[in-house]
């Protein structure tokens, strides 16, 4: 199986600016969550997508926003770039279904950069 | 809430000595432990994982962890490292109630030859 892919590894911005990421999950799987990764901050959870629905929310500001397609290839966005926002942003897919416990696999991250 | 803490930002270690990543952790209720790997430009790779039953639990390239409960603790061993583990190592729990992630600022493990 091929693992999660995202699109593009490399991205620079400036200020002000609104970027789009892409992340395709494993075959099968339908839960798509995303991750803020920053040298001081370690990974932050900024929201699950499933079955096309957001299911789970971190504390990120509206600035932040994600949605999942019926194939469950999923995008954020982030609007209104600040500086701040420089980080590796990752994607993880998992089964998702019911119960307490789905295991995560991670791709290789898009590295946002805000000039 | 869940929290994890990893102790130690950075650790530096000789190639063929032994190693401990430490992590903590505060939940309210029952978690799930798990040790991320993650090399440079890399997404995380799964080291191990304790879901249940035997506190001990190995992983791949020799790595194992024990669940400790009335510590809150979950450290990372390894008996003779390599110059290839040389990596970022994060920690993370996720509650028994839901399929959230809660990761640790991660541990830079530097093998020194």
């Known amino acids: 199986k091929a693992g999660v892919t995202q699109t593009p590894r490399y991205l620079i911005k400036t200020r002000g600016q609104q970027v789009t990421l892409s992340c395709s999950p494993i075959?099968?799987?339908?839960?798509v969550s995303w991750y803020q990764q920053t040298p001081g901050q370690g990974l932050q959870f900024l929201f699950e997508?499933?079955?096309?629905?957001?299911?789970n929310k971190g504390n990120f500001p509206g600035r932040f926003s994600g949605r999942q397609f019926s194939n469950s290839r999923s995008e954020m966005n982030v609007s209104t770039l600040e500086l701040g926002d420089s980080a590796l942003y990752l994607c993880?897919?998992?089964?998702?279904?019911?119960?307490?416990?789905?295991?995560?696999?991670f791709g290789p991250g898009t590295r946002l950069t805000v000039l | 809430a869940q929290s994890v803490t990893q102790l130690d930002s950075q650790v530096p270690v000789f190639e063929e000595a032994p190693v401990e990543l430490r992590c903590n952790y505060s939940?309210?209720?029952?978690?799930?432990l798990f040790w991320y790997v993650q090399y440079p430009n890399q997404g995380l790779q799964l080291l191990l994982k304790?879901?249940?039953?035997?506190?001990l639990v190995k992983g791949i390239n020799g790595f194992e962890a024990e669940f400790n409960k009335s510590q809150t603790s979950f450290h990372l061993r390894k008996p003779s490292v390599h110059i290839s583990d040389t990596a970022e190592y994060f920690c993370?729990?996720?509650?028994?109630?839901?399929?959230?992630?809660?990761f640790g600022t991660g541990t830079s493990l530097t093998v020194i030859p």
């Open positions: 993880a897919s998992s089964p998702g279904g019911s119960g307490a416990y789905n295991e995560q696999f």
């Open positions: 075959s099968g799987h339908r839960s």
């Open positions: 997508y499933f079955s096309e629905t957001q299911r």
């Open positions: 939940s309210s209720v029952s978690v799930y």
């Open positions: 304790y879901l249940s039953g035997s506190t």
């Open positions: 993370a729990v996720v509650p028994n109630t839901g399929n959230q992630f809660y």
